[in-house]
Nanobody, 128 residues
Framework: QVQLVESGGGLVQAGGSLRLSCAAS????????VGWFRQAPGKERECAAA????????YYTDSVKGRFTISRDNANNTVFLQMNSLKPEDTAVYYC?????????????????????WGQGTQVTVSS
């Protein structure tokens, strides 16, 4: 079992920055691909960013490219989402999710059903 705990959410003005953290415990973290998902009220959940277990490959949905950066520190069992130039439309609950990757250090996943473990979520609110 893997337990995930997100932190770093909050209220920020448009144009500001936040850094989300996803801390993992329970098992060896380094072989887990991780995704950051978000869900705004009345909208479907979407994968904002994802990273392979090696950190060598990453994914960003189009609306966050150039503004968000996903990274990981396997020695400290943590994945980060640096969010810059935030917009009101980034307002959502952000969740991190993890799945053990058994085949390739380069794989990441962008669909929720592909993940086995989820955190409780952290609220990000961007005011205009």
């Amino acid at each position: 079992q893997v337990q995930l705990v997100e932190s770093g959410g909050g209220l920020v003005q448009a144009g500001g920055s936040l850094r989300l953290s996803c801390a993992a415990s329970g098992r060896t973290w380094s072989r887990y691909a991780v995704g950051w998902f978000r869900q705004a009220p009345g909208k479907e959940r979407e994968c904002a960013a994802a990273i392979s277990w090696s950190g060598g490959t990453t994914y960003y949905t189009d609306s966050v490219k150039g503004r968000f950066t996903i990274s990981r520190d396997n020695a400290n069992n943590t994945v980060f989402l640096q969010m810059n130039s935030l917009k009101p439309e980034d307002t959502a609950v952000y969740y991190c999710a993890a799945v053990e990757e058994k085949y390739s250090e380069y794989f990441y996943y962008t669909e929720g059903y592909e993940y086995d473990y989820w955190g409780q979520g952290t609220q990000v609110t961007v005011s205009s």
